[in-house]
């Protein structure tokens, strides 16, 4: 095991995020539950997202890129109306968001994000 890297959130499949050399990783955050509509997943992934970034020494000021996958395109409108209510002030990150299906159908999104440390 590389001692320069510290992962957090460990199963025997995946790490939640990793930190190496200044960078947080995050694994691909998906909804807890997926019986809620886009809103309530956007703003349970985001929750997560916060959590993990906390855990690993950052915060959502830090973020450096977000990658954002949804089920379906067209509730891309809703899902900015959580995201720029989260989103840090002039702190916005560069993001790309695309429309892919995902590993649960009752799943509408799922974001990845790369961060700095605090």
């Avoid at 956007?42 to 959502?60: C, F, I, M, R």
């Avoid at 989103?87 to 695309?98: F, K």
Wanted: no cysteine; charged share 20%.
């Amino acid at each position: 095991m590389n001692k320069d890297i510290q992962r957090f959130g460990m199963t025997p499949r995946l790490s939640e995020a990793a930190v190496f050399n200044g960078i947080v990783y995050l694994a691909g955050m998906v909804p807890e539950r997926g019986d809620t509509d886009i809103r309530g997943q956007t703003e349970d992934v985001l929750a997560q997202v916060e959590h993990h970034l906390k855990a690993a020494g950052s915060d959502k000021s830090r973020i450096l890129r977000a990658q954002i996958f949804l089920t379906n395109i067209a509730e891309i409108g809703v899902m900015n109306e959580v995201w720029d209510a989260w989103v840090v002030p002039g702190a916005a990150p560069p993001r790309a968001t695309v429309q892919s299906p995902l590993a649960d159908p009752a799943w509408h999104i799922e974001i990845v994000v790369t961060a700095a440390l605090a």
